[in-house]
Structures are given as C-alpha cells and as structure tokens.
C-alpha cells in the first residue's frame, strides 16, 4: 500500500491535472516519467497519462450498474478528477452523503497511489530492453481468454478522449454489433491499443479520431480511424517498435491502410486459433516438411495429393488457405485453380501457387494471392501464409501492409 506522502502527491496532482505547467515541475514527473519520454512529449503530458491510465485500470467494466460498491473507487475519482465535477455532483449520482463520498475518496486515492506507485517498482514499456519486454509480453499473452471487444474499446475511451482533448481532437466510437470475442490477453490489449492512440495523437493535430472494429474471415480488426493526412500516422507508427511487440505477442499483426484520405491503424487478431491449410501436393514428402515447418504455428495443415481430391476438400471442410502444385497428376494445378475460382463454394478461398516453376505473374492473374518458388524454406512458408492472411482481411482495393512499411 502507498504511504502517506505518497498519496498526497498523488492527490496533489489529480488536483492539477489539466494544469500542464504545474505538473511538468511536479516531484511525481521526475520520479514517474522516462527521460527519453520527457524530451519528446514532455514530463507533464505524461505525468497525466500516467495517472488517467491508473484512473482507468480502476474501471470494473460497462457491466457493472453505475451505483454499484466496485464501481464507486472509479466513479469517484473520473468524476471529480477527470470530468471536473463538483463533490454534491459526484455524491448525487451516486446515490450518497458528502461523508460517505470523503471516506471512498480518500480509499479510492490510496488504491490509486498504489498503482502509480507500480510504476516504482517496475519500469514502463519504453524504458525495457528488447529481451525484458518480450519476455513480459510472452508471460501475459499464455494467459488468454473471450475479450469483449465492445466493453474494452469503451473502457478505454475516457483515457483516449483525455489524451485527445489536449490537442482539440474530436474521438468517435463506430463499432458493429454483436462483435465476435476473440481469445486475447485483455490487459495487453488494452495496452496496444492506447499505445497506438498515444502515439498517433502525439505525432500530428489530427481534426478527427475514431475508435473503430470490423470483421472480416477468420480475424477481427481493432483500431484508429486519423482524420485527416497520412505523413504524420506513418511517422507515428515508425516509433512504436514496443507497441508491436506487444500485439506479436498476442498473435496480432499492425497494418495500416489508406481510405479516401483517412489514415487507419488497425490490430489484426485472429479469431480462432488455427488457420486451416490445404495442402495440395502429390509429394507426400513435403506435406510432411510443411507440418514440421508449422509446427508451433497457428496453423493446421490438411493434405490432398490431386486435383480432384482438393476440389472435394475445399468444398467439403471451407479452408482458410490452400497451396497448390503446378505438376499434379491428371489434372494440373492451373485447372485446379481455375475450378475453384469457378465455384462459387470456394471462389473465395485464398490460394498460393507453389512449384518449381517461375510463373507469379500468371499465377496472379489466374486469381492467386501469392506464389512460392521451391525448394521453400520454413521462414518463406510462413511469410508466405502471413501475407496472405493479411491480404484477405484487407479486402480487394484496400491496400494493407506491415505497420512502419
């Protein structure tokens, strides 16, 4: 539990906390803030993101009734510290006295320096070294669980709109209904998705930001909409080298896409755990080198030795990916492409031609989304699955690429 003292300072700048100049002198900006962050966002703009980010990991959740015993430590403190409501406000819309509301302040600030205090203790994001926050990363990503996307994107939509009012940017939320839960760790999540919006916003005077989500086979999108420009959203992302490795850690990829002049971030994350590929290869030898090549890798890997086999497989079992031989038996794999483009049961299904022949540019326009040369390497496969995953999700006419690319 945090001393005193402790909470005192705390208190002191929850006072101040849209006084920029105050709390850049504050003693809590010297002992909180990284230096390399306070030369480029400066002490006191951080000092306050620390403490909206702790106000925030006090939120019990949208679920829980405003009124509610756990709700009230989070109610009280964004209410009177980051709405700027009076005490008879707070105490009103709770539902208590201005002596109970004293006593649940003073527990709620306490409960607060606590997690300011953390920050002592362990060292942010940016100050870890590569191997320190891979390994942290990795440590909370074996923990998984549904996320319910909806009730994370608005739990974190004060902390952003705090952020975002600093540099007069409106915040927008635009999310479909019923979204899928995809198996995710929620704190490293949450903490992708406030590091992208944190960046971005420090990077550019965007007019607009929308937090936003959309479905697409087999992944879930979760990201920024930046209104307006597109310089200053790549600027931003080439300096979140640590926020990637937080999603990689959880399986997720960043890509950035350009629409009508609008700058989007997303956080690709899967929504199942293995990604069914359909071998198509008459060589049973090297179905068996892709399974040792996919070992460990969300993927499961089918096997079918001819065209006809394949065309019955895909119909059958919908894969997510299927590679084809050129050199099939009977029937080549150019038909095999052309028939399942064919069908309108497996038109849509991703393909990647894979032969010893150098044909990518025919294979492209026969309809397949990439083309390996063999003999192929285990990094070559693997590159090769990613992108393609990538591509789809993007959609037709929708540029996407690797973040920073």
């Known amino acids: 539990m945090a001393d005193t003292e402790f909470v005192r300072l705390v208190r002191d700048a929850l006072a101040h906390l849209y006084d920029h100049a105050y709390l850049q002198r504050h003693p809590l900006a010297r002992g909180l803030v990284a230096p390399q962050i306070a030369a480029a966002h400066t002490r006191g703009r951080e000092l306050r993101r620390i403490l909206l980010d702790a106000i925030e990991a006090l939120n019990p959740g949208a679920n829980v009734p405003v009124r509610a015993l756990e709700r009230r430590p989070y109610a009280i403190l964004f209410g009177l510290y980051v709405e700027g409501?009076?005490?008879?406000?707070?105490?009103?819309?709770?539902?208590?006295?201005?002596?109970?509301?004293?006593?649940?302040?003073?527990?709620?600030?306490?409960?607060?320096?606590?997690?300011?205090?953390?920050?002592?203790?362990?060292?942010?994001?940016?100050?870890l070294s590569s191997d320190s926050l891979r390994r942290e990363s990795e440590r909370l990503a074996s923990d998984r669980e549904p996320v319910d996307v909806t009730e994370l994107v608005r739990?974190?939509?004060?902390?952003?709109?705090?952020?975002?009012?600093?540099?007069?940017?409106?915040?927008?939320?635009?999310?479909?209904?019923?979204?899928?839960?995809?198996?995710?760790?929620?704190?490293?999540?949450?903490?992708?998705?406030?590091?992208?919006?944190?960046?971005?916003?420090?990077?550019?005077?965007?007019?607009?930001?929308?937090?936003?989500?959309?479905?697409?086979?087999?992944?879930?999108?979760?990201?920024?909409?930046?209104?307006?420009?597109?310089?200053?959203?790549?600027?931003?992302?080439?300096?979140v080298a640590p926020v990637a490795m937080l999603a990689e850690a959880l399986g997720a990829a960043l890509l950035r896409e350009t629409q009508g002049g609008v700058e989007h971030i997303w956080v690709l994350l899967p929504l199942h755990d293995e990604t069914l590929?359909?071998?198509?290869?008459?060589?049973?030898?090297?179905?068996?080198?892709?399974?040792?090549?996919?070992?460990?890798?969300?993927?499961?890997l089918l096997h079918a030795a001819s065209a006809d086999q394949a065309l019955q497989a895909a119909r059958a079992l919908k894969p997510d990916i299927v590679t084809i031989d050129l050199m099939l038996p009977e029937r080549d794999g150019w038909e095999l492409l052309q028939a399942l483009r064919a069908d309108p049961a497996t038109a849509g299904i991703p393909a990647l031609v894979c032969s010893v022949l150098e044909e990518p540019a025919l294979a492209r326009a026969m309809g397949a989304q990439g083309y390996l040369k063999k003999?192929?390497?285990?990094?070559?496969?693997?590159?090769?699955?990613?992108?393609?995953?990538?591509?789809?999700?993007?959609?037709?006419?929708?540029?996407?690429?690797?973040?920073?690319?």
């Open 85 to 127: 409501q009076s005490q008879p406000e707070v105490a009103a819309a709770l539902g208590i006295g201005p002596r109970q509301l004293r006593r649940d302040r003073a527990d709620a600030l306490v409960a607060l320096a606590s997690l300011v205090q953390d920050r002592l203790r362990v060292l942010p994001v940016q100050q």
């Open 155 to 239: 739990g974190i939509l004060p902390l952003v709109s705090a952020m975002a009012s600093q540099r007069n940017v409106a915040v927008a939320v635009e999310l479909p209904e019923a979204l899928p839960q995809p198996v995710s760790n929620r704190t490293l999540l949450r903490q992708v998705l406030i590091g992208l919006a944190s960046q971005a916003l420090g990077a550019s005077p965007w007019r607009r930001l929308t937090l936003q989500a959309r479905v697409a086979t087999g992944s879930l999108g979760i990201g920024l909409a930046l209104e307006p420009g597109l310089s200053a959203a790549a600027q931003a992302l080439e300096s």
């Open 277 to 300: 590929i359909l071998v198509v290869d008459d060589n049973q030898e090297l179905f068996a080198l892709f399974q040792r090549y996919a070992a460990g890798q969300p993927y499961r």
């Open 375 to 405: 003999p192929v390497g285990q990094g070559e496969l693997l590159a090769a699955l990613e992108a393609v995953r990538r591509q789809v999700w993007a959609g037709a006419g929708h540029p996407a690429g690797p973040a920073g690319s």
